[in-house]
């Protein structure tokens, strides 16, 4: 079984600020983690991704994420926030030995990023 | 969107009608799925299919079907709607060997 938790519904920062979305998973095996964001009426746009080798993860748009194996997390950061980051975000599994490539989101955390 | 297509974008329908969602893809990935979004939830799987007529249910199967004749196409198949079904329906793509998928741009389905 494989799953996603997203602890926060919200996060509000001021823009410049630095900006944190948490995401913490749960696999039987190795763990390949996405960032996705979604833009309102939009489909979502990959960010970035976990398949293995460095821990810290650049992807789109500035964002970076973390992979910590000892607290099965995969937080998504932004050093300096924009007005244009507000979003719904949305972090995703799936556990490596799966063949069919299935993944499992979480529930999303909207973002704001106020002026 | 990776050359994905969603018709129709938007859908009213009455309860006990059968409604088809039709998702189009360019890209020639091997991979497509059938997801819905709801608040609170997230996107859950609906169905899956690893290959033309290769089909398999997702977490929330119940009332839906899939078809997957061509492998540019992937139908997805309400047969009675209820109430239930209203929401927004996502399509997605993967290569086979890949990781990430790649999502279309929805359905917004009400079922009244």
């Known amino acids: 079984a494989q799953s996603v938790a997203q602890p926060e519904d919200q996060v509000n920062v001021a823009e410049g600020n630095p900006l944190t979305v948490k995401c913490t998973y749960s696999v039987s095996g190795n763990p390949y983690l996405f960032w996705y964001v979604q833009y309102p009426n939009r489909g979502l746009q990959f960010l970035l991704k976990?398949?293995?080798?460095?821990?810290l993860v650049k992807g789109s748009y500035g964002f970076e994420a973390e992979f910590n194996k000892s607290q099965t997390s995969f937080h998504l950061k932004k050093p300096s926030a924009l007005v244009s980051d507000s979003a719904l975000y949305f972090c995703a599994v799936r556990d490596a030995r799966q063949g069919d490539y299935k993944l499992s989101f979480g529930a999303g955390t909207t973002v704001t990023v106020r002026a | 969107d990776a050359g994905i297509t969603q018709s129709p974008r938007h859908k009213v329908t009455e309860t006990g009608t059968p409604v088809t969602l039709r998702c189009h893809q360019t890209?020639?990935?091997?991979?497509m799925y059938w997801y819905r979004q709801d608040p609170g939830h997230g996107l859950r799987l609906i169905h899956y299919s690893y290959g033309v007529k290769d089909t398999d249910k997702g977490e929330v199967s119940d009332g839906y079907s899939v078809s997957r004749s061509k492998t540019e196409d992937f139908l997805l198949t309400l047969e009675s709607a209820t109430s239930s079904q209203t929401s927004v329906y996502f399509c997605?793509?993967?290569?086979?060997?890949?990781?990430?998928?790649?999502f279309g741009p929805g359905t917004r389905l009400t079922v009244l």
């Open positions: 976990y398949i293995t080798g460095d821990n």
């Open positions: 890209e020639n990935h091997r991979y």
């Open positions: 997605a793509t993967g290569l086979a060997g890949g990781n990430e998928q790649f």
